[in-house]
């Protein structure tokens, strides 16, 4: 990063501590529920404030952040938010606000248990997930990285059954192993560069390692982001996980955890390693084979699953990987696609959660064989369930067709024919275990036990329906509101090194 590149700004600081300072304002709120949700609800519309206050610096290159202090000469913890630290800290600050109303509805619906801690967890989980969007360096990603992991453990394990203390355990033994595995990569590269700081096209110095040291660094880095992202064999944890409140299983697979996995899979590919060496060492072939093997094997064991939530959850496995399979192309464009799906996922899979949620609390039905009829009784919920499986299914107009047609002319522009072959097979796998669903829901005959449900509780109706609206609207307008196309872009401009890309980029896929 030149300087003329950076501005200093407590921006990025204020933003981490907003969910952070209201932690225990939450906790000291337990016995007046209303003031403890005005708290939560305060904190998120705050951080989300800060961060869009952050786009139109970003939008043009620019870099603003601070180091708070020096733990050794190259070691800074820093916070610094760049174009792709942004783009993160936009999705996940502003559908925070529409899951904590969702969590309102959900968590008084259901009746649950300790829900001040819940709560409190979930602004604590919210806050190092920023702090993982604007790390300015590994070591300070890492920190942020683990603190992720232990403050999403209580949400894992909060209904304290022996389904959730057992998926609790798998998930931390996951997850921390990651951890030390990138802390060993990360001790390599700072003894042999002197640095750990996060640098658009690699650390040069990574050059004059030694090709087996070099292989290792970069398996165990893959590794250590690879848990959270859930490439397989990694990803078990994940759908053992849905043991958990529905508003975690959102958070976990849409917003927070798991995209922290693919943002580190950027980071470290793009700005640790570098996309010119990782061509060199053939890297790119290892990620494109994992990422196409999770895809097609994941989309294949979502059939499997009759729990609607498992169901979803090894559909985002396979997702998460067409992020890591944009990374493997290896292009401007096909980059562009990764990272848009970051955020075309995040708004299609969060709606398919809450609507999973919302169905458990109004009927008490977890499995997809008791959903027939439903959209009669729930005509908006599955509205909004229908748009987010076509999206996923990549069928326009949801964002997620433009975020896998991107992914598409990638392929195209790197020559590659097997990813995007991947692509379309996927697509009808997705349509194969989504539709369906859809078919049960609007085509056969409801049981007596449906009759005059109605649709669930407004606090929980009303955020499904918010969700699915912006995948309809991004779909149609990426760059609406925020210039999500446009950071996408500039970000493959940073790591690719070309000043012509933007518009090559825009003339490809056609964004005027």
Same mark, same amino acid.
């Given at each position: ?36 949700? *005005? ?6 519309? #705050? %951080? ?27 070691? +800074? ?38 829900? &001040? ?25 890492? =920190? ?9 453990? +209580? ?116 700005? #640790? ?5 990782? %061509? @060199?060492? *053939? ?9 196409? =093997? ?60 809450? #609507? ?46 433009? *975020? ?8 195209? @522009? ?16 997705? /349509? ?12 056969? %005959? ?16 009303? +955020?499904?329906?918010? &969700? /699915? ?12 509101? =925020? ?17 012509? *890309? ?9 964004? +005027?």
């Amino acid at each position: 990063m030149s300087p003329a590149d950076f501005t200093f700004s407590w921006i990025p600081f204020f933003a981490l501590l907003a969910s952070l300072v209201a932690v225990p304002f939450i906790a000291l709120s337990g016995s007046r529920p209303n003031l403890r949700e *005005s708290w939560t609800v305060l904190a998120a519309v #705050v %951080k989300f404030g800060l961060v869009v206050s952050l786009i139109p610096g970003a939008l043009e290159g620019k870099t603003v952040g601070l180091t708070l202090f020096e733990l050794a000469p190259g070691l +800074p913890f820093e916070l610094e938010a760049d174009p792709f630290g942004v783009l993160f800290a936009l999705i996940a600050s502003g559908l925070w606000i529409v899951t904590s109303f969702y969590s309102m509805g959900y968590m008084r619906g259901n009746k649950e248990k300790k829900q &001040t801690r819940f709560f409190a967890s979930f602004a604590l989980c919210l806050s190092s997930t920023i702090g993982v969007a604007f790390a300015g360096n590994l070591f300070t990603f890492i =920190f942020f990285y683990e603190v992720l992991t232990l403050s999403t453990y +209580p949400l894992v394990v909060h209904k304290e059954t022996d389904a959730a203390i057992q998926a609790s355990r798998k998930y931390l033994s996951y997850t921390l192993t990651a951890g030390l595995l990138l802390i060993a990569a990360a001790g390599i590269i700072y003894m042999h560069a002197g640095t750990l700081d996060f640098q658009a096209g690699g650390l040069k110095e990574l050059r004059s390692m030694p090709e087996p040291l070099m292989l290792s660094v970069f398996l165990m880095m893959l590794a250590g982001v690879g848990v959270k992202a859930g490439i397989m064999p990694l990803h078990s944890w994940l759908p053992s996980a849905m043991a958990a409140p529905t508003p975690v299983s959102a958070l976990l697979h849409a917003v927070a955890v798991v995209k922290s996995g693919v943002f580190g899979v950027i980071r470290v590919t793009g700005f #640790v390693i570098g996309f010119d060496l990782m %061509k @060199e060492m *053939s890297y790119d072939t290892i990620l494109m084979v994992l990422s196409g =093997f999770t895809i097609l094997v994941a989309s294949l064991l979502a059939f499997k699953q009759d729990n609607l939530k498992r169901r979803l959850a090894y559909s985002t496995v396979g997702h998460l990987s067409y992020i890591v399979l944009g990374v493997a192309i290896m292009s401007p464009i096909g980059l562009t696609g990764s990272i848009l799906h970051i955020a075309a996922h995040a708004t299609m899979k969060i709606t398919l959660f809450f #609507v999973a949620g919302s169905v458990y609390v109004h009927l008490h039905k977890e499995n997809i064989s008791q959903l027939d009829g439903i959209a009669r009784e729930m005509p908006w919920t599955m509205g909004a369930f229908t748009i987010g499986a076509m999206g996923l299914a990549g069928m326009p107009p949801v964002n997620g067709f433009f *975020s896998k047609w991107t992914l598409g002319l990638g392929s195209l @522009e790197a020559g590659l024919w097997i990813p995007l072959a991947i692509l379309v097979g996927s697509g009808l796998l997705n /349509a194969g275990y989504f539709f369906p669903i859809v078919y049960r829901a609007y085509f056969k %005959k409801p049981g007596v036990e449906l009759n005059g449900v109605g649709e669930a509780s407004p606090w929980m109706t009303v +955020p499904i329906v918010i &969700t /699915a609206s912006l995948s309809v609207l991004f779909g149609l307008y990426p760059d609406l509101f =925020f210039g999500i196309f446009e950071l996408a872009s500039t970000v493959a401009i940073q790591l690719f090194a070309s000043q012509d *890309s933007l518009s090559f980029i825009h003339e490809s896929v056609k964004i +005027p």
